[in-house]
């Protein structure tokens, strides 16, 4: 088992900055990638950013591609999401999440693929 908590969400303004991080504990050597999603009320979760255990490899959505980084180091066990150029669309809860096994690059941005998740943490930007 794989434990994930998140930290660091709140209430910012538009344009302004939020670094997410996510802490891993428990079984985190069968981590192959770890990832953010995000979900807006009424709306599906969607895939942020994602990094991989070998070579650190990152993705990420195109909504966010130029104003979010993921970085981190899976061996070990902490993933941070440095979040610029916030924008009211922004707003969701964010969720850390890590997959056991290697997914192809297309799958890692779908939720199904992961097997442990985080609590999230709420994000607010206001306009």
């Known amino acids: 088992q794989v434990q994930l908590v998140e930290s660091g969400g709140g209430l910012v303004q538009r344009g302004g900055s939020l670094a997410l991080s996510c802490a891993a504990s428990g079984r985190t050597f069968t981590m192959e990638t770890m990832g953010w999603f995000r979900q807006a009320p009424g709306k599906e979760r969607e895939f942020v950013a994602a990094?991989?255990?070998?070579?650190?490899?990152?993705y990420y959505a195109d909504s966010v591609k130029g104003r979010f980084t993921i970085s981190g180091d899976i061996a070990r066990t902490t993933v941070r999401l440095q979040m610029t150029s916030l924008k009211p669309e922004d707003t969701a809860v964010y969720y850390c999440a890590a997959d056991r096994e290697y997914s192809s690059n297309l799958n890692l941005q779908r939720a199904a693929p992961y097997d442990y998740w985080g609590q999230g943490t709420q994000v607010t930007v206001s306009s």
């Open positions: 990094i991989r255990r070998n070579g650190g490899n990152t």
